[in-house]
């Protein structure tokens, strides 16, 4: 199990991969954001409330490996006016790695991207966050490269799943 690192919950079906430099790359920058909005940045703020919401909201959601199209919209209340609706796709299939999805965040100027994969795991739908990275352009080479080795980690992990979830957990 996974705990929280804005509010404590335990998070059991969301997974930060440690990397093969013993880092969990996504835990990492997520932490980075934070520290960013408690220094009083305000897109920073706004980025860090909405990724502890939106990946509350999917932890629980099962996604659907099979639909290359896929695409999960998720409603927020705007940071600064509640009464006003903001709606984010927060996860979206990478259209190049089969096994590959993008967690996204876009508030402008920031946009975050964690990827990660899902397996079945004691009949509930695990989310392996793998890496990730703050992008200021449509698609930089960065993020392909990310989206290639988070497919590689996934292959990785098929020879012996039991072995890296306990890995990782």
């Known amino acids: 199990?996974?705990?929280?690192?804005?509010?404590?919950?335990?998070?059991?079906?969301?997974?930060?991969?440690?990397?093969?430099?013993?880092i969990k790359e996504v835990k990492e920058d997520i932490a980075d954001i934070v520290a960013k909005a408690n220094a009083g940045d305000t897109a920073y703020q706004a980025v860090a409330m909405y990724i502890a919401q939106a990946l509350e909201y999917v932890k629980d959601i099962d996604i659907p490996t099979g639909d290359n199209a896929?695409?999960?919209?998720?409603?927020?209340?705007?940071?600064?006016?509640?009464?006003?609706?903001?709606?984010?796709?927060?996860?979206?299939?990478?259209?190049?790695?089969?096994?590959?999805?993008?967690?996204?965040?876009?508030?402008?100027?920031?946009?975050?991207r964690a990827l990660?994969?899902?397996?079945?795991?004691?009949?509930?739908?695990?989310k392996f966050l793998v890496r990730s990275l703050m992008k200021d352009e449509k698609n930089p080479p960065e993020l392909q490269q990310?989206?290639?080795?988070?497919?590689l980690v996934a292959m990785?992990?098929?020879?012996?799943?039991?072995?890296y979830l306990k890995e990782w957990s």
């Open 70 to 112: 896929y695409l999960l919209g998720w409603n927020a209340p705007h940071i600064w006016e509640p009464d006003r609706t903001l709606t984010f796709h927060i996860v979206k299939k990478a259209v190049s790695q089969p096994s590959v999805f993008e967690f996204r965040i876009n508030w402008n100027p920031l946009y975050f």
């Open 146 to 151: 990310k989206i290639n080795e988070t497919e």
């Open 156 to 163: 990785m992990y098929k020879t012996n799943p039991s072995r």
């Open 1 to 22: 199990m996974t705990t929280c690192i804005f509010c404590g919950h335990t998070m059991g079906k969301l997974i930060f991969v440690t990397n093969l430099s013993g």
């Open 116 to 126: 990660f994969f899902v397996d079945d795991v004691d009949q509930e739908q695990y």
